[in-house]
């Protein structure tokens, strides 16, 4: 059974940095994507950036130059570095992989809240 574990969510002042870990556990392959996705107070999931194992990254539009995603591929873990947060990045942020024909997974999610 493959499993996410996320952390390093919390509080931070709007032009503050947060760091985000997922760590996946449990799959005999190596990822082909991982990164984030953020459910907004919207309710709306909207990926956040995803990296491959070679590296390749995409970022959505709204936090690029401000977000930078990487990955150890051997242990299956990615992380995300937040930096000039703005208030419009809070939300619950969910770490998701994809092991090909070991299945697509999903974190329990951690809450991104950036405020004064």
């Known amino acids: 059974q493959v499993q996410l574990v996320e952390s390093g969510g919390g509080l931070a002042q709007p032009g503050g940095s947060l760091r985000l870990s997922c760590a996946a556990s449990g799959s005999n392959y190596a990822f082909r994507t991982m990164g984030w996705y953020r459910q907004t107070p919207a309710n709306l999931r909207e990926l956040v950036a995803l990296i491959t194992p070679g590296g390749s990254a995409n970022y959505a539009d709204s936090v690029k130059d401000r977000f930078a995603i990487s990955a150890h591929n051997t242990e299956n873990t990615v992380w995300l570095q937040m930096n000039a947060l703005k208030p419009e990045d809070t939300a619950v942020y969910y770490c998701?992989?994809?092991?090909?024909?070991?299945?697509?997974?999903w974190g329990q999610g951690t809450q991104v809240t950036v405020s004064s």
């Open positions: 998701s992989a994809d092991f090909g024909s070991d299945g697509y997974y």
